[in-house]
């Protein structure tokens, strides 16, 4: 029986962890989504955890950031120190998307290297050709992700085998699809395919509907993860070990993904995003100090007004600035503590603000003073 291996972040492996995977857990995977447009309907669909947001519409985004131009998506890639991307949508090979996703693979290579590590996730559908898949190892994707529909197309597998790509197949541990699983990793371990991952199956916004109607439920303690998701990969990991060869297979639970490789991401922004009045959080979050001036008492522009209370207060020029778009200005949360009782005097409204540092500075806490 091959080794059932726990790592440090609660992941289980067979094997030897794919890249792909190992540059996640450092944060320092872009995630690239290429496009909200899928076939119509995929056999995914009732769990696809997609937000309104982003299903069936054709736009494009590096993290959090709406891409309209390459210079967008390399700029998101440099503020997070990337060593890789992760392609996705949607459907990254769709005919109609194909060959964009072929010049931004052709595109991060020439900006940042051989090295810089790229995967892409897809589905067997019929546009996935022989010759797609050719183009896509010689433009340099690394690493190629199918989620099978059911057994159909799982012929693409062995096609991607002819090629330099690292192949590998990636699906939710979905309770009570042992056999399905079982099933799969045979095959892959007989045609000579890479890995296999398995994702804890989750709810999200988008499917949690459809997962009630078919019976799955929240797990405890939880606020996303699928009651019984995870002793189905376990079990089927034990299968896994005794029946197969060399298939390396990795079980990544929720909590990998959202306490230790978006930890990780949010830590490499911060450290090139922060102002020197920021203080960055161990969870990589941003803690500042914001005012606001009152409307109806402080009708002069931002401007103006931080002017006179740097001099006023004698606060150098890198420890405040003004945030144009929230309309309030910015400084380190311990000077604002100092002058709160007198800015308040003077009509403003004081706030400690945390926020995540990427494009959107989503704003988590705002504790008044």
């Given at each position: 029986m091959r080794q059932i291996i726990e790592t440090e972040f609660r992941s289980f492996l067979i094997g030897k962890m794919p890249e792909g995977c190992r540059i996640c857990q450092l944060g320092a995977k872009l995630t690239f989504f290429i496009t909200g447009l899928c076939i119509n309907p995929p056999s995914c669909s009732w769990?696809?955890?997609?937000?309104?947001?982003?299903?069936?519409?054709?736009?494009?985004?590096?993290?959090?950031?709406?891409?309209?131009?390459?210079?967008?998506?390399?700029?998101?890639?440099?503020?997070?120190?990337?060593?890789?991307?992760?392609?996705?949508?949607?459907?990254?090979?769709?005919?109609?998307?194909?060959?964009?996703t072929i010049g931004y693979i052709n595109l991060l290579k020439e900006e940042f290297g051989t090295k810089f590590h790229i995967?892409?996730?897809?589905?067997?559908?019929?546009?996935?050709?022989?010759?797609?898949?050719?183009?896509?190892?010689?433009?340099?994707?690394?690493?190629?992700?199918?989620?099978?529909?059911?057994?159909?197309?799982?012929?693409?597998?062995?096609?991607?085998?002819?090629?330099?790509?690292?192949?590998?197949?990636?699906?939710?541990?979905?309770?009570?699809?042992?056999?399905?699983?079982?099933?799969?990793?045979?095959?892959?371990?007989?045609i000579g395919a890479s890995f296999l991952n398995l994702n804890e199956f989750e709810f999200s916004e988008t499917n949690a509907k459809e997962l009630k109607k078919r019976g799955f439920k929240l797990k405890s303690d939880t606020i996303a993860a699928v009651e019984g998701s995870e002793e189905m990969a376990i079990n089927s990991l034990r299968w896994i070990a005794e029946n197969t060869s060399e298939l390396n297979v990795h079980y990544c639970?929720?909590?990998?993904?959202?306490?230790?490789?978006?930890k990780n991401r949010l830590l490499r922004r911060a450290k090139n995003v922060a102002k020197p009045y920021d203080e960055i959080t161990e969870e990589g979050l941003l803690i500042k100090g914001i005012f606001f001036p009152s409307p109806n008492i402080n009708t002069a522009p931002l401007s103006t007004l931080k002017s006179k209370i740097q001099a006023e207060f004698e606060i150098p020029d890198e420890m405040i600035s003004i945030n144009q778009e929230k309309k309030c200005i910015e400084t380190a949360w311990?000077?604002?503590?100092?002058?709160?009782?007198?800015?308040?005097?003077?009509?403003?409204?004081?706030?400690?603000?945390?926020?995540?540092?990427?494009?959107?500075?989503?704003?988590?806490t705002r504790i008044p003073l």
């Open positions: 769990y696809c955890p997609i937000s309104e947001e982003r299903r069936n519409k054709d736009i494009i985004y590096a993290n959090e950031r709406l891409v309209k131009n390459s210079n967008e998506l390399l700029l998101e890639a440099r503020l997070m120190d990337a060593m890789g991307a992760a392609i996705t949508g949607g459907d990254p090979l769709l005919p109609s998307c194909s060959d964009r995967h892409l996730y897809c589905n067997t559908a019929d546009h996935v050709t022989k010759d797609l898949l050719r183009k896509l190892s010689e433009v340099g994707l690394d690493e190629i992700r199918f989620h099978p529909h059911g057994a159909l197309g799982w012929n693409k597998i062995e096609w991607a085998l002819n090629t330099e790509m690292v192949v590998g197949v990636e699906v939710p541990a979905i309770p009570n699809r042992e056999k399905e699983l079982m099933s799969l990793a045979a095959f892959l371990d007989d639970p929720i909590y990998l993904k959202d306490s230790v490789q978006l311990w000077i604002l503590e100092e002058i709160a009782a007198e800015l308040k005097k003077k009509g403003f409204k004081c706030y400690i603000s945390e926020i995540y540092p990427t494009v959107d500075e989503l704003e988590t």
